[in-house]
């Protein structure tokens, strides 16, 4: 009986003491939605956290298949697109008829509206992965983001279609004027499609979609049909895509063409892949650091593209499980209670390695201000482009710092090895 | 009684090449069937067709007296057909449990269900658990599969080709690339979990192929020249000929 139990509680995957924590994790993500804006009470910071609400729901929905059915889409934004149209005209029809349906139940019927598309595309579309998965996927998106500025009558044209969220049926007395509101309601979607989406990974399609992106051929002889696995898995993903399209409807009362662009698929994809699509919390930090940069970024350089894209480049080179992988990279450490002997190389390593960002963050802008633009100021240092000492500066940055950091590097790299060999003889590490 | 598998007439064609002539194959129900051959011989492609990996350019497979040829893999493997696979084929960042977990979904009835916490499948979980007791990988079960020993892989290769409960089992070089210990393991592994089952096995090995067939099939050049209990096989001149290389005349 003892065996039996012990057996039991090993089936889940999980010793006793991870349920607990498990449900901890998600405590705590509830409460720090609720208190955010307690906090930080400005107006900026509200639309802020609204905008990473929703791109948190976006990105998460990308995952189910990037990260979960191994599909490459760079057409994601299609669904959120045809949400945000779907809420739109939804909420004008609300509104029109004077049907009794209130604000927070609209992004459902985004996500009907992200789903509906996917149910007639998907079919064709996820016949094959892989590269023609993505080509497909491309054109497509390609395909509806000209179509919504030939169709005027649906999609409004270059004005898109605006609404007014505040003119929908009360709900708790709440008007959702007040961007408090409306960040709420986001919070309240986001926790529910994140569990959602969670849930979904532990059922029976989600593991059979998770052997599906490691072995399509396999799967086919175990019972399993990958075309069926694929379609589902991108109702789902396009489903959810939808709700934060539908979110993005009602926080800026508008869905235009750039909802469904290639620039959105491609920003979704960035998001995803920097957090990490191997673990189901990926997305979450990927969305939450690209949409911070996004909003940084843009009022303090006028080329942050170069800076998401040499972003992306080191990520792909050097973390390709993005920011979740590098934290999980430490858990067998942790557990084997080998990390204090990591920690002091990565001290080491800082000073050197923010030197050499400085000098790369010195160079670019030197190149993006020189033909005019302000003076470069770099942690309260002013720099003036055309002036020979910000170029010997920016030169003995990247050089010297690169130079450095690659010897504390190699230490980090020395000090992993022998942590990772203890925490492999105590069998906490494959 | 209608055989377990029956194999008539097929051919195979890649262009103008013809890999299989003329095959004709008949498994009875709870035989252990061995097929031998050269390289090259088209033991694999025999299995490719059965399995419905590739199809036939002609000619038809029954299981249990079914016509399977045409079919996809899936649905030949839902009528109780299980095959492994020569080069190890495992889902390789899932873990020993998720692969065997993931082999046994469809045949416990739960099939796409996205409504389901597949942890909270009692039947899942039992089957799970009792298959990797028997392939002895228990204690490895957190580990992702793509980490495991060669030899390991090997095993769980049989695991998820046994997981469905398939009745008719094709297991392709189980034993490919495996010491000899290795070897005796595995076999004896194979020996207790096809028992009561139809098995038809390729295998290099003729020692294991004498030891555990009832009934063997000598493949030369995409055609089966010889079929039979081992001490048929043994003496038959055609065999010796072709297969063990001897001048027969």
New interface residues.
């Given amino acids: 009986m003892t065996t039996a139990t012990t057996?039991?509680s090993?089936?889940?995957?999980k010793p006793a003491g991870d349920g607990l924590r498990f449900y901890g994790v998600w405590l705590i993500g509830v409460i720090s939605l609720i208190v955010l804006p307690m906090i930080f009470s400005s107006g900026g910071s509200l639309t802020s956290f609204s905008l990473i609400g929703i791109a948190i729901v976006f990105a998460l929905s990308y995952n189910i298949l990037l990260g979960q059915t191994g599909l490459l889409s760079f057409g994601h934004a299609v669904h959120y697109g045809l949400g945000g149209f779907a809420a739109c005209h939804m909420m004008n029809a609300v509104v029109s008829h004077g049907w009794p349906i209130p604000l927070p139940f609209i992004p459902l019927f985004g996500g009907l509206g992200g789903l509906m598309f996917a149910v007639i595309i998907g079919w064709v579309m996820t016949k094959r992965a892989g590269t023609v998965f993505a080509m497909i996927s491309l054109g497509i998106g390609e395909l509806v983001a000209s179509s919504s500025l030939i169709l005027r009558s649906v999609f409004g044209g270059e004005a898109g279609i605006t609404t007014d969220r505040t003119a929908l049926p009360k709900m708790f007395g709440w008007s959702f004027g007040p961007q408090l509101q409306v960040y709420y309601l986001i919070a309240f979607w986001l926790v529910l499609a994140a569990i959602a989406m969670y849930?979904?990974t532990?059922?029976?399609?989600?593991?059979?979609s998770?052997?599906v992106?490691?072995?399509p051929?396999?799967?086919?002889?175990?019972?399993?049909?990958p075309h069926?696995?694929r379609y589902?898995a991108f109702c789902?993903a396009g489903f959810f895509a939808g709700i934060a399209g539908g979110l993005a409807a009602i926080n800026f009362e508008i869905a235009n063409s750039a909802y469904l662009g290639a620039i959105q698929s491609g920003l979704v994809l960035f998001s995803t892949f920097i957090g990490g699509t191997?673990y189901f919390f990926g997305p979450i930090l990927g969305a939450i650091l690209v949409t911070y940069l996004q909003l940084g970024l843009t009022s303090v350089t006028s080329v942050w593209q170069l800076y998401f894209g040499i972003i992306f480049i080191g990520i792909v080179m050097f973390s390709p499980g993005g920011i979740a992988g590098l934290l999980m990279m430490h858990r067998p450490l942790v557990r084997a209670g080998t990390l204090w002997t990591v920690i002091p190389s990565y001290f080491v390593a800082v000073v050197p390695t923010v030197a050499l960002a400085c000098g790369v963050i010195l160079t670019i802008e030197t190149v993006a201000r020189y033909s005019g633009g302000e003076a470069i100021n770099l942690f309260g240092i002013a720099f003036n482009p055309k002036s020979p000492m910000t170029w010997l500066s920016a030169v003995v940055l990247v050089f010297g710092g690169a130079f450095l950091a690659r010897l504390t590097w190699r230490r980090i790299a020395d000090a992993w090895d022998r942590a990772a060999t203890v925490a492999r003889d105590r069998g906490y590490l494959? | 009684m209608t055989a377990a598998i029956e194999v008539r007439a097929v051919e195979k064609r890649f262009g103008n090449v013809s890999i299989i002539r003329d095959l004709n194959l008949s498994v009875a129900k709870g035989e252990r069937h061995a097929i031998i051959g050269p390289n090259g011989a088209g033991k694999s492609t025999t299995f490719n067709l059965i399995?419905?990996h590739i199809k036939p350019t002609s000619g038809e497979v029954k299981l249990n007296g079914d016509v399977i040829s045409g079919l996809?893999?899936?649905e030949i493997?839902?009528r109780g057909l299980?095959?492994s696979?020569q080069v190890t084929?495992?889902?390789?960042?899932?873990?020993v449990?998720?692969n065997v977990?993931?082999?046994v979904?469809?045949?416990t009835g739960?099939?796409?269900?996205?409504?389901?916490?597949?942890?909270s499948?009692p039947e899942v979980?039992e089957r799970?658990?009792q298959i990797l007791d028997d392939i002895h990988l228990t204690h490895r079960?957190?580990?992702?599969a793509g980490?495991l020993t060669y030899a390991e892989q090997r095993e769980l290769e049989i695991g998820?080709?046994i997981?469905?409960g398939a009745t008719v089992v094709l297991l392709d070089e189980p034993t490919a690339g495996m010491s000899n210990a290795e070897t005796e393991r595995a076999m004896a592994l194979i020996r207790r979990l096809t028992e009561g089952k139809t098995l038809v096995i390729v295998e290099h090995d003729m020692s294991v192929v004498f030891g555990l067939a009832d009934r063997i099939s000598v493949l030369v050049y995409g055609h089966i020249i010889a079929s039979g209990t081992p001490e048929e096989i043994r003496r038959d001149p055609k065999v010796k000929e072709a297969y063990l290389g001897e001048e027969a005349h």
């Fill in positions: 057996s039991t090993n089936m889940t995957g849930a979904l532990r059922t029976p399609l989600g593991r059979i998770n052997a992106r490691d072995n051929e396999r799967v086919q002889f175990i019972g399993y049909d069926v696995v589902l789902f191997a494959a | 399995s419905g996809q893999p899936f493997n839902r299980s095959r696979f084929n495992v889902f390789a960042r899932m873990s449990w998720e977990r993931c082999a979904l469809w045949a739960h099939r796409y269900a996205f409504w389901k916490n597949v942890d499948l979980r799970t658990a079960r957190d580990v992702p980490l998820i080709t997981a469905s």
